[in-house]
């Protein structure tokens, strides 16, 4: 299985769907807080990305909000 990196903050209502989503999935993910690690939050600009959750998946491009349909893939 790839591994699934996602980029949260807090009180976002999106991470949390999106956390869930991969818990019922069984899917193992990371989790990395950008304002509990604040350097992360530069890449992720020069990215172009400007909400969370930035959902990382190896080998795939990186998105961002609570997509299921993307996530269900990690299933398949």
Not at 20 to 41: H, M, R, T, W
């Amino acid at each position: 299985m790839p591994q699934v990196t996602v980029f949260t903050k807090n009180n976002c209502v999106q991470c949390k769907m999106t956390k869930k989503y991969l818990d019922q999935l069984g899917v193992a993910f990371s989790e990395i807080n950008i304002e509990e690690q604040p350097q992360y939050l530069a890449q992720l600009k020069e990215q172009g990305f400007k909400q969370t959750p930035v959902v990382q998946i190896e080998g795939h491009d990186a998105f961002s909000g609570f997509q299921p349909a993307a996530l269900k893939k990690l299933t398949a």
